[in-house]
């Protein structure tokens, strides 16, 4: 479907509530990757997409397609969201269960390898750590939240053509430093 699609589809949703449910549907594993990115808690995360597509309902009637594409319109949301929560949050981190081990894993997934993947992913997430704002920024919202060059410009009002090369360049930079852990 195209960004026109949405677009149409959310000035529908206002009224519609089958509209709001594809809107939901379509965008809320995007939305939710993007924000657990960010945030590394699911329970975070679970809170922030609510509140995130919370916001999106009661604004929907002041959406304007002719201003930017509901799916950056809605990313925008999502990161303030983001930033709106991180400065209420205790600074304490607290290491959820789930990062070591998934009770409700098939039994075919041995500890073991839960236990490999979630070290995996705990390098990637130390790696980001070492990107600046904007470079994390970029990765999350291409990797996690699935969105293309244009959307991304839109979002972080920078011009398409530095997306792309900071992309790049963030990508090599992850690169090294993963290869330096």
Not at 53 to 67: A, G, I, V, W
Not at 96 to 106: K, N, R, S, Y
Not at 117 to 122: F, G, H, Q, V, W
Request: negative net charge; without cysteine.
């Amino acid at each position: 479907m195209t960004d026109n699609y949405y677009n149409l589809l959310a000035k529908r949703a206002t009224t519609d509530e089958e509209a709001f449910e594809e809107l939901y549907e379509h965008f809320f594993p995007r939305v939710y990757n993007f924000i657990y990115a960010r945030l590394k808690n699911s329970a975070d995360a679970d809170d922030v997409t609510s509140i995130t597509f919370m916001k999106m309902n009661e604004n929907l009637d002041s959406y304007d397609p002719t201003r930017a594409a509901f799916s950056t319109w809605l990313f925008r949301i999502a990161s303030n969201s983001i930033i709106d929560h991180t400065r209420r949050r205790d600074k304490s981190e607290e290491t959820e269960w789930e990062e070591f081990f998934d009770p409700a894993a098939p039994d075919y997934e041995e500890p073991e390898r839960q236990i490999i993947a979630s070290e995996t992913s705990r390098g990637l997430l130390q790696a980001l750590d070492k990107l600046s704002e904007r470079e994390r920024r970029i990765i999350e919202l291409r990797y996690w939240g699935e969105q293309d060059t244009q959307t991304i410009a839109e979002i972080l009002s920078m011009s398409e053509s530095n997306v792309r090369v900071t992309l790049h360049r963030t990508l090599g930079k992850l690169k090294n430093i993963l290869g330096d852990m």
